[in-house]
């Protein structure tokens, strides 16, 4: 082979590792969402609500509207029900995020699958076995939490059987047909074992102190994630900034559960803007920080669990009106908390 021949070549070979990894990895901006696209119809699309351009956790936007009931009174009600396209996407929302954290999982599961067994249905092993028999049956478990992604009928019965021959079968059809493209995908999560997104949580109005002008309210900065069937997700908050550790220095230490204690807040607000609330039956606001979620470990087993540790990447702390954070009215400084003693 000639020098030019082989120079184009190796070009080749470059361009098409370029666009295989582009395939795996598509993210896509719509609106209020982001879309992680699958790589294959086969797949569900992984679809996140999203502040600013990146992943939103916490509280999600519910899409409700304010109204009256028959007495006058306003009160908020839910679009979900009443509209079948905000229903469908709410239904891709909440599959989305139990898509999500399971694929992050499965990613951090990649020792596992070098040990599964394409070929045949592994039998559980005693308590007391470990390597690759072990390997391999925790593999074939987790997969079943995967199932959720399938569009196609096939994909879906890919782990199951009306006897054990059928059973395998489709099991080896669905290891070949799209474990390696599973894979794949998992490893466009987590890009440095970490992901940048905003936290939503709630700011509770309780009674107006009239002497400060404002409220005193709990402020809770833990970042709860939630489940999805077949794995646990549990965060830690790990302290990486000066205003953190100078915020932990006056709330006290972390709980042995790795969170940052409960305390209150003042948060100022005009008698004019607390009635306008209060008349329209706001009790509550929506305080949103920018973290950082990163990789700690997985532990596989009969529920898999997958450990985070979280921080603040700003020391910012938006407040908004309504949950679809359009409405902003404020913001905090980690530096400037007026706490509770």
Same mark, same amino acid.
């Given at each position: 082979?000639? !020098? ?15 666009? &295989?990894?582009?395939?795996?990895? %598509?993210?896509? +901006? ?31 936007? +519910?899409? &409700? ?13 839910? /679009? ?34 070098? @040990?599964?067994? #394409? ?7 005693? @308590?007391?076995?470990?390597?690759? %028999?072990?390997?391999? !049956? ?24 009306? +006897? ?6 489709? !099991? ?10 599973? #894979? ?6 987590? &890009? ?24 005193? &309210? /709990? ?9 999805? #069937?077949?794995?646990?997700? =549990? ?13 932990? +220095? ?29 008349? /329209?039956?706001?009790? =509550? ?9 990163? !990789? ?8 898999? #669990? ?28 980690? @530096? ?6």
């Amino acid at each position: 082979m000639t !020098y030019r021949k082989k120079y184009y070549s190796y070009i080749a070979i470059i361009i098409s590792i370029f666009f &295989t990894t582009i395939s795996y990895s %598509q993210e896509v +901006n719509d609106g209020d969402l982001i879309i992680y696209q699958a790589p294959s119809p086969k797949f569900h699309n992984i679809v996140l609500q999203s502040h600013q351009g990146l992943p939103r956790f916490g509280l999600l936007n +519910n899409y &409700t509207i304010s109204g009256k009931n028959n007495t006058g009174y306003k009160k908020k009600y839910s /679009n979900i029900q009443r509209d079948p396209i905000l229903r469908e996407k709410n239904k891709k929302i909440q599959l989305g995020y139990q898509n999500y954290f399971k694929m992050v999982t499965f990613k951090y599961l990649a020792d596992l699958y070098k @040990d599964i067994d #394409r070929e045949r249905l592994t039998i559980m092993p005693p @308590d007391n076995i470990t390597g690759k %028999q072990k390997n391999s !049956y925790d593999a074939q478990q987790y997969l079943r939490s995967l199932l959720t992604l399938c569009v196609e009928e096939k994909c879906k019965n890919g782990l199951n059987g009306k +006897n054990e021959f059928e059973h395998l079968r489709n !099991y080896k059809a669905f290891v070949n047909e799209n474990l390696d493209d599973l #894979r794949k995908w998992s490893n466009t999560f987590f &890009t440095n074992n970490n992901v940048i997104g905003y936290h939503v949580s709630s700011l509770g109005l309780g009674s107006y102190d009239f002497d400060k002008n404002g409220y005193w &309210t /709990n402020l809770n900065l833990n970042v709860n994630i939630g489940n999805s #069937r077949g794995i646990t997700v =549990s965060t830690f908050f790990e302290s990486k900034t000066g205003y953190e550790n100078s915020l932990l +220095n006056k709330v006290g230490p972390l709980t042995r559960r790795g969170a940052i204690p409960s305390f209150q807040i003042f948060l100022a607000m005009s008698p004019e803007k607390a009635e306008k609330f209060q008349l /329209n039956n706001i009790k =509550s606001l929506y305080l949103v920080k920018k973290i950082k979620l990163t !990789y700690k470990e997985v532990v596989s087993g009969y529920s898999t #669990r997958l450990t985070l540790t979280y921080h603040h990447e700003s020391p910012i702390l938006d407040i908004y009106e309504d949950m679809a954070l359009t409405k902003k009215i404020g913001t905090l400084s980690f @530096d400037k908390l007026i706490i509770k003693k």
